[in-house]
T-cell receptor, first 114, second 113 residues
C-alpha cells in the first residue's frame, strides 16, 4: 500500500528566503504527483501537477521536482512571502488511475516570518 | 467563477440525528469525491463518483452514504452520526481527462456530540 510522508510537519522561515518542502512515497510506480496548498478554514488548492514522465513543473515562484526512482518530490518556493504561509500537501496516484485513487501526505505547515 | 460549493460550513449535531452535507460544482466535472481530514491521519477518501449514478467506496465508507442523481451534485449522508465522525469534510471534483487537477470545496466542520 502506498504511503506518503512529508517531513517536517512544520517549518518556519524568514521572509525572503528560498525554501524546499519534501514529499516521499514508498511505491515508485505512480501516475502523477500533485502539490496542494491548504489555508486555514479553506479547502485545498492544486498548485502543480507532475506527470510520471516529467521531472519538474514550474508556476511563478514555485518549482516542483519529481524523482520516481528514489520516491521523492520537492516543492521549491523562491523568495518566500508572508502570503505563502499555509499547509502544503502532496498526493500521488497509482498507474492507470487518476484522482479517484489519490494518496495524500499529512502536510507541512509553513510559516513565513515577516 | 469555477467552484465547488459545500454547505453548511459548520455543523453541530447529536448522535443519531440524520444529516446531509451538500456539494455542488459548476464545472461540468464527471468525477466527484468526499474526504475527511483528521489530525495526524491526513485526508482519507470516503466515497467517490465517476459519473451520474456511478458511485464507489473509498478507504473509510462505513457510516456514510452518497448519491449522484445529477452531474453537479454529490451529497454526503450520515444516517446515524456518531462522535467518531466528528471531522473536517471536503468535497472535490475534476474532469476525467488525463492528469487533471483536483478542485476542492471550502470544507464542512462537523461535530457530533
Amino acid at each position: 500500500k502506498q504511503e506518503v510522508t512529508q517531513i517536517p510537519a512544520a517549518l518556519s522561515v524568514p521572509e525572503g528566503e528560498n525554501l524546499v518542502l519534501n514529499c516521499s512515497f514508498t511505491d515508485s510506480a505512480i501516475y502523477n504527483l500533485q502539490w496542494f496548498r491548504q489555508d486555514p478554514g479553506k479547502g485545498l488548492t492544486s498548485l502543480l501537477l507532475i506527470q510520471s514522465s516529467q521531472r519538474e513543473q514550474t508556476s511563478g515562484r514555485l518549482n516542483a521536482s519529481l524523482d520516481k526512482s528514489s520516491g521523492r518530490s520537492t516543492l521549491y518556493i523562491a523568495a518566500s512571502q508572508p502570503g505563502d504561509s499555509a499547509t502544503y500537501l502532496c498526493a500521488v496516484s497509482p498507474p492507470n488511475f487518476g484522482n479517484e485513487k489519490l494518496t495524500f501526505g499529512t502536510g507541512t505547515r509553513l510559516t513565513i516570518i515577516p | 467563477e469555477a467552484q465547488v460549493t459545500q454547505n453548511p460550513r459548520y455543523l453541530i449535531t447529536v448522535t443519531g440525528k440524520k444529516l446531509t452535507v451538500t456539494c455542488s460544482q459548476n464545472m461540468n466535472h464527471e468525477y466527484m469525491s468526499w474526504y475527511r481530514q483528521d489530525p495526524g491521519l491526513g485526508l482519507r477518501q470516503i466515497y467517490y463518483s465517476m459519473n451520474v449514478e456511478v458511485t464507489d467506496k473509498g478507504d473509510v465508507p462505513e457510516g456514510y452514504k452518497v448519491s449522484r442523481k445529477e452531474k453537479r451534485n454529490f451529497p454526503l449522508i450520515l444516517e446515524s452520526p456518531s462522535p467518531n465522525q466528528t471531522s473536517l469534510y471536503f468535497c472535490a471534483s475534476s474532469s476525467l481527462a488525463t492528469n487533471e487537477k483536483l478542485f476542492f470545496g471550502s470544507g464542512t466542520q462537523l461535530s457530533v456530540l
